[in-house]
């Protein structure tokens, strides 16, 4: 089993709906969580971080649940610049090492 | 507003070559990371500096060496290229360790291995 497990997509919807996508991950004792994008053939960069209290920054909201192990990313009124492959991202030791998930990809179409 | 800077971006060798990856980071950022990106899987750590004078093994360390040169400067090294080894390569940085989770990555270098 992955550490860190997506469904890659691709999400394929129109302008303006909202989509949501999750994340699992197999350690319990992950410490914190993240969400960063990455568009195409470019480098990836934190989109936000995910507290266990939930996140939301206007239109993206992050939520953590710690009893089944998965995060998630809500995107409301999506635009076609929202069209990215989004990477779950978990420090699961603590330290350095934080583990990427493969991304899930997020295709917006007018 | 430079961030992090990866050179090459773009490079083809041949199986047995070797090569040396150059990173540098001008936002005085104490921890460096260098990943690499592969289809169908997530990043993976090849090895990371947390400080100026410290390296230590990631996930996929086999068939790679880096040096910190100095706080700005962490390079990796391909002694035998090969062809499992073509990727993309990006360098990270952060102020300290990777636990905030900002990262700050250069715009990754193409390695393609014949």
């Known amino acids: 089993r992955k550490e860190v497990e997506q469904d890659p997509g691709p999400f394929n919807v129109p302008e303006g709906a909202t989509v949501a996508f999750n994340c699992t991950y197999s350690?319990?004792?992950?410490?914190?969580f993240f969400w960063y994008r990455q568009d195409c053939r470019k480098e990836p960069k934190l989109l936000m971080s995910?507290?266990?209290s939930g996140n939301e920054d206007g239109r993206f909201t992050a939520q953590l649940n710690r009893a089944s192990q998965y995060i998630s990313l809500l995107i409301r009124d999506s635009k076609l610049s929202d069209s990215a492959t989004y990477l779950c991202?978990?420090?699961?030791?603590?330290?350095?090492?934080?583990?990427f998930g493969a991304g899930t990809i997020l295709r917006v179409k007018s | 507003n430079a961030g992090v800077t990866q050179t090459p971006k773009f490079q083809v060798l041949k199986t047995g070559q070797s090569m040396t990856l150059q990173c540098a980071q001008d936002?005085?950022?104490?921890?460096m990371y260098w990943y690499r990106q592969d289809p169908g899987m997530g990043l993976r750590l090849i090895y990371y500096s947390a400080s100026e004078g410290t390296t230590d093994k990631g996930e996929v360390p086999n068939g790679y060496n880096v040096s910190r040169l100095n706080k700005r400067e962490f390079s990796l090294r391909l002694e035998s290229a090969a062809p499992s080894q073509t990727s993309v390569y990006f360098c990270?940085?952060?102020?300290?360790?990777?636990?905030?989770?900002?990262?700050?990555f250069g715009e990754g270098s193409r390695l393609t291995v014949l």
């Open positions: 991202v978990v420090n699961m030791r603590g330290g350095n090492k934080l583990v």
């Open positions: 936002m005085n950022h104490n921890s």
């Open positions: 350690n319990s004792a992950s410490q914190s």
């Open positions: 995910v507290y266990s």
């Open positions: 990270a940085s952060s102020v300290q360790g990777a636990g905030t989770g900002e990262l700050f």
